[in-house]
């Protein structure tokens, strides 16, 4: 796991160029929801870790479930990544498949429009900085056809 700014020169330096995604998932519960090697990576460490490999030319974006974090704290933390990404992240619905995974979604999401409402919220974010969606890179994206007014082409459209 590339958690320190030394290891990204390494790589940059020996094996670039480079694409960096970093495992989010969630913004809060982490310790709850995620095993160790996760969970242990803290937000502030996972915002210095993104905004050095921004500034320093190194491709980085993250993985994150919506569903797992109310709306509030999914669309300010979204937003605050969002400057940080050189390609657009992989932003995934939560679906749970059974009653105990159920337990995992906050309440916040208990139906489909909360999820448009987070689509709605962030992506100017990253429609503003040339970014968008491939819709092959995510199994249960918020978009599918189009962000924003744009059009998303791609192998699975």
């Not at 020996?14 to 996760?38: A, G, I």
């Not at 918020?142 to 998303?152: D, F, M």
């Amino acid at each position: 796991v590339i958690r320190e700014k030394n290891e990204l020169d390494l790589i940059k330096r020996n094996l670039s160029p480079f694409h960096l995604t970093v495992t989010l998932e969630c913004f809060d519960r982490r310790e709850e929801l995620l095993k160790s090697t996760k969970s242990n990576l803290t937000i502030s460490k996972l915002i210095e870790i993104m905004e050095y490999s921004y500034k320093n030319q190194i491709d980085v974006d993250f993985t994150y479930i919506v569903g797992l974090d109310n709306i509030e704290t999914t669309i300010s933390g979204l937003k605050k990544l969002s400057k940080y990404c050189t390609e657009f992240p992989r932003i995934q619905i939560f679906q749970p498949h059974n009653p105990y995974m159920e337990f995992f979604l906050d309440p916040d999401f208990e139906d489909f429009e909360s999820f448009l409402k987070v689509r709605k919220a962030i992506e100017e974010d990253f429609i503003n900085r040339g970014l968008k969606p491939k819709s092959w890179e995510n199994y249960r994206p918020l978009w599918y056809t189009s962000i924003g007014n744009k059009q998303i082409t791609g192998v699975r459209i």
